[in-house]
C-alpha cells in the first residue's frame, strides 16, 4: 500500500499542546458499541440521586472491606500449609510478576467442578482482568484478517462488541427467541456469510439469564447447540456470569459441561459470584493448537503469550483475595452466594409483582415484560420508543433510570423495550422505582 | 472482500476435541517479538539453580507480605479522614466496579509534581493493568490502518514490540547511540515513511537508563529531541521505569516535565518503585483530541474508552495497595527507594568491578562493557556470537543466566551482546556468577 507522500508539517501548525484528530485515531474511538458504554455512564453520574434499574452490578450491602484482608490471609494460610511454600516463596508470589496464566488456576479448577461439574484442565486456563480481557484475548487470537467475522446472539452484552471492535472484527447478529438462540438462524447466518466469503470463527452467548434479555436456553437446546457447532465447525463462546443466581429450579448444565468435542471456549467471571473490584476473571480454552511443525499445544496457551503483550499477569495480590474467598467456601461459589441469591430471588418477585400492580394484565397499558427464572435483568415492553431521549426524561423528571435495549442490539421490537436491573435496588426502594417509572410510561402513553 | 465460497465442513472432521490450526491465530502468535518472551521464560524455568543476569524483576529482599496490609489500610484510613467518604462509599470503593480512568490518579499527581517536576492534570491520567496496558491503549488508538507506523528506539524493549503486534502495527527501528537515540537517524527514518506513504504516529524511547542498552539521553539532547518532534509533528512515547535508580550524579528531567508543547505521552510504572504484584501502571496523555463538531477532549478519555473494552477498570483493591505506599512516603517514591537505590549501586558496582577483574583491559579478552550512570543492566560485548545456542549451553554447563542482545533489536553488533540485569542477584552470588559468565566466554574464546 502506497500512497502520495505526505510532507512534513513542519512549522505548520500554532505552538501550544499537540492536537489530534478524533478521525486519526482507531475508528473503535467513533464507534456507536463504546459510545454507548459512555453515554450510560455519563446520565448515571449526572443523576445519582436517582433509583437505577440500570446497572448490573452485583449488590454490595454483604460486603465489608475487611473481607479483603482475611481473604488475602487464607490464600497466604494455604500458600504456606496446603502448598508448603517457604516464607521467601510466599512474599516472591505477592510482591513479583507471576506466571502469565495466573497462580490461581488449580482451586479454579476445584470451584468447576463442586459448581459446574466441569473437568478441566488446570493448564487449559487463563487468569484474566476480569472476563472482558479474556474475551478481548479469544477476539484477538481468531481475528487474523479481514474475512474472520464473530456471530453473537443479539440483543448481546456490550462488552463482546466493544472487544471485537478493538480488533477490527464484524460482529454478525443472531436472532434470539424466548428461549435463546434461534439455531436455525444461526445456521443461516453462518451459510451466508461463508457464500461472501467470510470465515465465521465462533458465536458468543450467555446460555443462563442472558444480559440483556434474561432468557435461558433449555437443555435439549443446549444439545442441540453443541451439535450444530459441530456439524458447523464453529467455537461457541460460553460467558456465564448470571448463571447462579437461581430463582426458582436446579440450575441447568452449562454448555461446557456438555461439551465433550471441544467446541466450547468458557469464559468465567468472578465479578459477580466473587468481588467485582478484583477484577479477577478467566478462560477456559482446552482446544487444541497445532503448528506447521505438527506440535501441538493448548488455545490456552496461545492466549498467554497475547496476554503476555497486554497486560503481563493479573495482580497476584487481585488473585489472592478472590483465592481467599474460594478457600473460604470449599471452593463452592453457589453456597457462599447464598444469601445473594436469596436476595436477588426477592427483588425479582418484588419488581414482577410491582409491574403487575402497575399494569393489570388486560388492562390495555400494552406494557408486557418477560419472566426469567433468575439472573439479574428483566426484560420490559411499552408501546412507544424507550430510547436515549426518553431515558433522559426519566432520569431528569422521575428520577428513575433504566436502559434502553436498542444499546445492545437492531432487533426488531428493541426500540420499544428497556432493561431493568434487580441486582442493586432493594426493598421498598424497588416500589418507589416501580411508582415512578409508570409514572413516566403513564404520561408517555397519553 | 469476496473470496471463493466456503463449504461448512459438515461431518468432515473425526469427533473428539476441536483442532485450532496455529495459522488460523492471529499473526502475533507466530511473531519472533512473542516467541521472544516464551524463551526467555522457559530458559528460567528449565534452570531454577542457575544465577540468573537475565530477568529485569526488581530485588524482592525488603518485601514483607504484611505490607499489603498496611498499605490497603493507609488508603482506607485516607478515604476516610482525608476524603471524608462515609462506610458505605470506603467498602464501595474496594468491592465495586469503579471509575475506568482509575481512582489514585490524584495521588499519581502529587507524586508527579514530587518527584519528576510534572504539572499533571488528574483528568489527563489512565491508571492502568501495569505500563503494559498504557502502552497497548495508546498504540490500539494511534493505529487506524495499514498506513499508522510506530518508531522505536533499537535495540527496545520487547513489550513495546509485542503490543505493536497485537494491533498489527509495524515498528521502525530507530538508531541508538551510547548516548540515547540519534536524532538524524530519526528524522531519516520519518522522511523515509513517509515517502513511502507512510504515516510515524509516534516514537517509543525509554530516556533513563534504557532497557536492555542503560543507555541515557543528557539534557540538552532531551531539548533537542523535543525540538525535533515539534518540527516532525510526532509524539513521543516516554516510558521510565528506571529512572529511580540513579548511581550518580542527580537524576535527569524526564521529557514530560520539559514538555511545553505536549509532544510527550508519559508511561508511568509501579512496578518497580511501588510493588510489581500489584500490576498497576498509568499513562499522562493530556494531548488534546478534537472532533468532527469542534469539540474537543483529552486523549486520556479516548484512551479511556478503549480500556473500558479491555479490562474495564483496575483493580480498585490494586490501585489501594499502590495508593497505600504512595501515602506512607508523603508520595515521594525516590525517597521510599532509598534502600533499592543504594542496593542497585552497590551492585553495579560489584559486577562492573568483577567484570574489569575478569577481563582486564589491555589483556587482549576482546571482551568490554559500557557503564551505565544507573538502572537495572549492564551491556556487554564479546568477540563471538552471543546468541540463544550459548545461553542454552551458559545455563546448562555453567549454571549461569543472562539475555542475548539479539531479543531486543537487529542493529550492528547486537549479535556479540548481551544483557546482564543486576537488580535480583547481589553479595558473592553476584562474583560466583561472574566467575561462571567468565568460564563461559574464556572456553568460548579458545
Given amino acids: 500500500m502506497v500512497t502520495a507522500p505526505l510532507e512534513p508539517k513542519a512549522g505548520s501548525r500554532p505552538a501550544g499542546p499537540a492536537t489530534l484528530e478524533l478521525t486519526d485515531l482507531h475508528a473503535s474511538l467513533t464507534d456507536p458499541a463504546l459510545g454507548s458504554m459512555t453515554f450510560l455512564n455519563e446520565i448515571a453520574q449526572r443523576f445519582p440521586e436517582a433509583i437505577s434499574f440500570a446497572p448490573g452490578r452485583p449488590y454490595e450491602g454483604f460486603f465489608e472491606t475487611s473481607l479483603v484482608h482475611q481473604y488475602l490471609e487464607r490464600y497466604e494460610r494455604h500458600l504456606r500449609e496446603d502448598r508448603r511454600l517457604g516464607e521467601d516463596e510466599v512474599r516472591r508470589t505477592f510482591y513479583q510478576y507471576g506466571r502469565t496464566k495466573g497462580i490461581v488456576h488449580e482451586l479454579i479448577t476445584r470451584h468447576l467442578a463442586v459448581d459446574e461439574d466441569i473437568v478441566a484442565d488446570p493448564e487449559a486456563i487463563v487468569v484474566t482482568v476480569g472476563c472482558q480481557e479474556a474475551m478481548f484475548l479469544v477476539l484477538r487470537a481468531l481475528r487474523t484478517g479481514p474475512r474472520d467475522v464473530l456471530l453473537a446472539v443479539s440483543p448481546t452484552y456490550v462488552g463482546i462488541t466493544g472487544a471485537a471492535r478493538l480488533v477490527d472484527m464484524p460482529v454478525l447478529e443472531v436472532r434470539e427467541g424466548p428461549h435463546g438462540i434461534d439455531p436455525a438462524h444461526l445456521e443461516e ?9 467470510l470465515r465465521p470463527r465462533a458465536c458468543y452467548l450467555i446460555p443462563d439469564f ?6 435461558s436456553i433449555d437443555v435439549p437446546a443446549r444439545q442441540a447447540l453443541l451439535d450444530l457447532a459441530e456439524r458447523l465447525d464453529l467455537l461457541l463462546l460460553e460467558d456465564n456470569p448470571y448463571g447462579y443466581f437461581t430463582a426458582d429450579g436446579a440450575p441447568l448444565p452449562t454448555l461446557k459441561s456438555l461439551d465433550t468435542r471441544g467446541r466450547v471456549v468458557y469464559l468465567g467471571s468472578f465479578a459477580k459470584t466473587g468481588l467485582p473490584g478484583a477484577r479477577v476473571g478467566y478462560v477456559l480454552a482446552d482446544q487444541r493448537v497445532t503448528a506447521a511443525d505438527g506440535t501441538s499445544g493448548l488455545l490456552a496457551d496461545e492466549l498467554s503469550k497475547l496476554k503476555s503483550m497486554l497486560t503481563v ?5 487481585a488473585q489472592a483475595v478472590i483465592a481467599g474467598k474460594l478457600l473460604t467456601h470449599d471452593c463452592a461459589l453457589r453456597e457462599a452466594n447464598a444469601r445473594e441469591i436469596a436476595l436477588y430471588r426477592d427483588n425479582r418477585e418484588r419488581l414482577l409483582a410491582g409491574l403487575a400492580h402497575h ?7 400494552g406494557v ?17 420508543p424507550a430510547d436515549d431521549a426518553l431515558l433522559e426524561v426519566s432520569a431528569r423528571e422521575h428520577g428513575v433510570l433504566w436502559t434502553p435495549m436498542s444499546h445492545f442490539g437492531t432487533g426488531p421490537g428493541t426500540e420499544c423495550q428497556l432493561r431493568l436491573s434487580l441486582s442493586s435496588v432493594t426493598g421498598p426502594r424497588i416500589d418507589e422505582g416501580l411508582r415512578r417509572l409508570a409514572a413516566l410510561i403513564g404520561r408517555h402513553r397519553l
Fill in 189 to 197: 447466518v453462518v451459510l451466508d456469510a461463508r457464500a461472501q466469503g
Fill in 210 to 215: 442472558s444480559n440483556p434479555s434474561g432468557v
Fill in 313 to 317: 499477569n493479573t495482580s497476584p495480590i
Fill in 359 to 365: 399494569f393489570p394484565q388486560d388492562s390495555g397499558s
Fill in 368 to 384: 408486557t415484560w418477560n419472566v426469567p427464572h433468575g439472573g439479574f435483568f428483566i426484560v420490559v415492553t411499552v408501546p412507544f
